[in-house]
C-alpha cells in the first residue's frame, strides 16, 4: 500500500505560478512511476506529467514546457512546479503513484485560477 498526501493548492491569478507537493508513504520501494493527473467539471480526468524513479518524465501536451515534475527520493516528495497558469488550468490535481502494476491516488488539491 501506497499513501499519498496532496498540498499546494489554492487560488492564483491568470500568469502566476503555484507549486504541489506530494507526500508518498508506506511501500514506497517498489514505485516504478510518480505524477500527476488532474480534473475539472468541463473536462474527464486527463495526465498532467509523469516521473519514473529513473528519473524519466513525460508531460501533456498542454502543459507546454509551463509545468516541471521533479521527485526526491531521500523525501518521497514529488513536486508539481506550475508556471504561466491560465483559468483552463482549473482543476483538482491529483498526486499518483505506481507499485508494481497497482495504482494509486491521493485526496487532489484544488487549484483555481481566476482573476
Known amino acids: 500500500q501506497v499513501q499519498l498526501v496532496e498540498s499546494g493548492g489554492g487560488l492564483v491569478q491568470p500568469g502566476g505560478s503555484l507549486t504541489l507537493s506530494c507526500a508518498a508513504s508506506?511501500?514506497?520501494?517498489?514505485?516504478?512511476?510518480v505524477g500527476w493527473y488532474r480534473r475539472s467539471p468541463e473536462k474527464q480526468r486527463e495526465m498532467v506529467a509523469l516521473?519514473?524513479?529513473?528519473?524519466?518524465?513525460r508531460y501533456a501536451d498542454f502543459v507546454k514546457g509551463r509545468f516541471t515534475i521533479s521527485w526526491e527520493n531521500n523525501k518521497k516528495l514529488v513536486y508539481l512546479r506550475m508556471t504561466d497558469l491560465t483559468p483552463e488550468d482549473t482543476a483538482r490535481y491529483f498526486c499518483?503513484?505506481?507499485?508494481?502494476?497497482?495504482?494509486?491516488w491521493g485526496q487532489g488539491t484544488q487549484v483555481t485560477v481566476s482573476s
Open positions: 508506506g511501500s514506497t520501494s517498489s514505485l516504478s512511476n
Open positions: 499518483i503513484a505506481d507499485s508494481e502494476g497497482d495504482f494509486y
Open positions: 516521473i519514473t524513479m529513473r528519473g524519466g518524465v
